[in-house]
């Protein structure tokens, strides 16, 4: 048996170092002679491992002191209605921005709870690109603008932090935190689920600013409200104990590779030869406005649709797996994250050389 190159959007690729620390700690863990699994959320070992990765994901994204970092349950959609419950704050407007398919996901939640105000949406052209910031329209009186960093789906990222007309910036950073450093600092909330480009899927991280915690909507459920998750350590309950363990390790690993902005590095040299391999070739396409190709999820057509089937298959016999789209919008897509190492990506672009020659 040997490890495939798994180009799935999530869950996805862990680093293998990673799970080779893990399967040597799974019988016991230091000397407490049991696994992650079976400890107490409330024991001194268990604490440590949670404290850990709180201060390496502070390291690693440089998270200001006034903000909380939670590690919560319900995934990054717990968060959509879970950000309106905590920041509406007595107002009954939120603005988001729609650039794909995950924005869309965000903003139907968003309408239980509150009225929202489109700043912009590129829904029209097919989201293959970023709207410029002057033609936003973003209401004073909302109580935040919300937007998704990269589109998971259509393959869209922002290359820079929007301006959030002096409201609450809030993203969802699902599947590109931890690509690439971020200024924490201009963020009223950063949420993310961790099956993209952190760790296994079952946990989340809410990264927010304190002073906006406290005033939840009327009937918010205790597990949805970060000001109680904060007071409680993001122990309200029981926490998922090993994704969190798993998402340390992670962080742990990403310290090793040189922090973020060594990532970013190795992420942008990734995504650039994928994209040159698609552009120069005739056989394959990129619909999304360069300027604003995401580095993690690179979505193609090839031009012949009927091959895509046999293009999936033949891929999989080559150990590259995975590359179907999504379902709701066909074609193929490669998600390269962090841990799929650039080997992984030559070895993609080889055998997409190799499928044209045979099939172009
Ligand atoms: C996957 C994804 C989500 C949903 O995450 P869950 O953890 O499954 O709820 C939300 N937003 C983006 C950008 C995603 O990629």
């Given at each position: 048996m040997s490890r495939v190159y798994n180009f799935s959007a999530g869950p996805s690729?862990?680093?293998?170092?990673v799970l080779q620390r893990a399967r040597d700690e799974m019988l016991e863990w230091g000397d407490t002679g049991m696994s992650v699994?079976?400890?107490?959320?409330?024991?001194?070992?268990?604490?440590?491992?949670?404290?850990?990765?709180?201060?390496?994901?502070?390291?690693l994204l440089a998270v200001p002191?006034?903000?909380?970092?939670l590690f919560v349950q319900g995934g990054a959609t717990g968060q959509f209605a879970a950000v309106p419950m905590n920041l509406l704050r007595g107002k009954?407007?939120?603005?988001?921005?729609?650039?794909?398919?995950?924005?869309?996901?965000?903003?139907?939640?968003?309408?239980?709870?509150?009225?929202?105000a489109l700043a912009a949406s590129t829904k029209e052209g097919g989201y293959t690109t970023i709207p410029g910031r002057e033609t936003w329209n973003v209401p004073a009186d909302a109580a935040y603008l919300h937007y998704t960093s990269n589109e998971t789906i259509n393959g869209v990222e922002?290359?820079?932090i929007p301006d959030a007309n002096g409201l609450p910036l809030v993203c969802d950073m699902s599947s590109n935190i931890l690509s690439r450093p971020v200024d924490v600092s201009r963020y009223g909330l950063i949420y993310a689920g961790a099956q993209k480009n952190m760790g296994p899927a079952g946990i989340a991280v809410v990264i927010v600013r304190e002073d906006l915690l406290g005033q939840v909507l009327p009937g918010t459920p205790g597990i949805l409200d970060l000001k109680k998750l904060s007071d409680n350590g993001s122990m309200l309950n029981t926490p998922p104990t090993y994704n969190w363990y798993l998402l340390g390790l992670v962080l742990e690993w990403l310290k090793g590779q040189g922090g973020l902005a060594a990532m970013e590095q190795v992420n942008i040299r990734k995504s650039a030869k994928l994209y040159a391999a698609i552009d120069a070739s005739p056989f394959y396409s990129n619909p999304v406005e360069p300027a604003y190709r995401s580095r993690m999820n690179v979505p193609f057509r090839l031009a012949k649709a009927e091959l895509e089937k046999t293009f999936a298959s033949e891929?999989?016999?080559a150990g590259l797996v995975t590359l179907e789209g999504h379902r709701q919008v066909g074609g193929m897509r490669a998600s390269i994250y962090n841990a799929?190492?650039?080997?992984?990506?030559?070895a993609l672009i080889a055998?997409?050389?190799?499928?044209e020659r045979k099939y172009g």
């Open positions: 690729m862990l680093p293998e170092p699994m079976e400890m107490s959320h409330r024991g001194k070992s268990f604490v440590a491992i949670a404290e850990k990765a709180e201060a390496d994901l502070r390291e002191a006034d903000y909380k970092v009954t407007t939120a603005c988001y921005v729609s650039t794909g398919l995950w924005s869309e996901k965000a903003i139907s939640e968003a309408k239980m709870y509150c009225q929202v922002f290359q820079d891929a999989k016999s799929m190492p650039e080997a992984g990506v030559d055998f997409m050389g190799e499928f």
